[in-house]
């Protein structure tokens, strides 16, 4: 588990870090950790909301596992 968020980590800052050499401009480099930002914030939302509001007595693995529970329980 650890190696695979070892590998998360340097798959996110080399690409990051092609980006912004691509293009060196400080717009770039804050929109950038902006969306970033954003997207770790809306990940952590939705697994607040699936862990809180859904259904507090099941364990889910991920989105998909959520979305899943949702749909059988229709």
Known sequence: MWAKAAF???IGISSSAMIV?????LRVLTLLVL??????RAYY???YV???YIDPSVRFSGL???????WKKR
């Not at 050499?21 to 401009?25: G, H, I, R, S, T």
């Not at 998909?64 to 949702?70: G, K, V």
């Open 64 to 70: 998909f596992s959520a979305l899943r529970h949702l």
């Open 8 to 10: 998360f980590l340097i």
């Open 35 to 40: 969306a970033i930002w954003s997207f770790c």
């Open 50 to 52: 699936i862990e809180h």
């Open 45 to 47: 939302f939705a697994f």
């Open 21 to 25: 050499a691509e293009l060196p401009k």
